[in-house]
């Protein structure tokens, strides 16, 4: 049998609540003493839960304050690095002193691989998405039943992409199977990502 004490602790503090107003009806299987631990524990957890959902309230208002904060303070110091930047006096040794170079942004192009994701809307349209990243964009590859290779469905550069083709035979369910890699300066790039096989229903 499973532990008659509940786990969660919304569902600890009904069960102790129940089990406070109804020990006094347990006659004498309960003692005055254990009947007054129970008062005084249900209490002492009342006033404990009720301060956690003050303190956590209290804590989600403070980081949506923070975050206001942070978005007002990058609207104002950007503007204001750009019109440093932008100074007849301005020098590379001044950028540095204020740090108003990004640090540098590397693509190991060999090990680029995109994670693909499907989902089937019937009919033959299925969506397809994965993250571009720093790439110019990628190709999209599908292999239907029947096929002997893959076809290129072109460089998609925004997502979700949308396969509409209609099914090749309407009505019957069919297998497809898609594949993507990246594309730098018209070139693809890395490793082609995990096949996703979608059965496409009617």
């Not at 994701?117 to 993250?131: A, K, R």
Request: with cysteine; aromatic share 8%.
């Amino acid at each position: 049998m499973s532990d008659y004490i509940p786990p969660s602790d919304k569902d600890y503090l009904e069960w102790h609540d129940n089990a406070t107003a109804h020990a006094k009806d347990a006659g004498a299987c309960i003692s005055a003493a254990d009947l007054a631990q129970l008062e005084a524990d249900n209490a002492d957890l009342h006033s404990a839960f009720s301060d956690a959902a003050l303190k956590d309230t209290e804590h989600k208002q403070a980081v949506a304050h923070k975050t206001v904060v942070r978005h007002r303070s990058e609207g104002n110091a950007r503007p204001i690095m750009r019109r440093v930047k932008a100074h007849a006096d301005f020098t590379p040794a001044v950028g540095a002193l204020l740090r108003l170079q990004g640090p540098a942004y590397t693509i190991n192009l060999g090990t680029l691989k995109p994670k693909l994701v499907g989902l089937d809307h019937t009919d033959g349209e299925i969506e397809l998405t994965c993250p571009k990243g720093k790439s110019d964009g990628v190709h999209f590859y599908c292999q239907r039943e029947g096929d002997t290779s893959w076809v290129l469905l072109g460089l998609i550069t925004v997502f979700p992409y949308f396969d509409r083709r209609p099914l090749l035979q309407p009505g019957k369910p069919e297998l497809r199977r898609y594949t993507a890699v990246y594309v730098v300066k018209g070139q693809e790039v890395g490793q082609f990502s995990d096949e996703v096989v979608i059965n496409c229903a009617p």
